[in-house]
Nanobody, 116 residues
Framework: QVQLVESGGGLVQPGGSLRLSCSAS????????MGWNRQAPGKQRELVAS???????NYGDSVKGRFTISRDNAKNTVALQMNSLKPEDTGVYYC??????????WGQGTQVTVSS
């Protein structure tokens, strides 16, 4: 089993910044991807960012240039630095872990609200 623990959500004004963190523990494979998806009210879940063990990063089009994903392989953690936040970034952010055998496993989610 893999356990994912997220932290760092909250309320921030437009233009502000937040940093999300996710720690993975348990039976982790040597090669895996970690990342974040988000779901806004009434919308489908969408990719925010992902980062493989080898360092390949992918970003959703709406966050490119504003969000940065980073990873500490030794600690099995992934972080998402979110800058220049917009009201449309509001949603529940879910950390996920993916390997080629078990597929995607999800954290419980953390709320991010961007509002003045």
């Amino acid at each position: 089993q893999v356990q994912l623990v997220e932290s760092g959500g909250g309320l921030v004004q437009p233009g502000g910044s937040l940093r999300l963190s996710c720690s993975a523990s348990g039976s982790l494979f040597s090669l895996y991807t970690m990342g974040w998806n988000r779901q806004a009210p009434g919308k489908q879940r969408e990719l925010v960012a992902s980062l493989s063990t080898g360092g390949t990063a992918n970003y959703g089009d709406s966050v490119k240039g504003r969000f940065t994903i980073s990873r500490d392989n030794a600690k099995n953690t992934v972080a998402l630095q979110m800058n220049s936040l917009k009201p449309e970034d509001t949603g529940v952010y879910y950390c996920y872990y993916f390997d080629g055998v078990r597929g995607s496993l999800w954290g419980q989610g953390t709320q991010v609200t961007v509002s003045s």
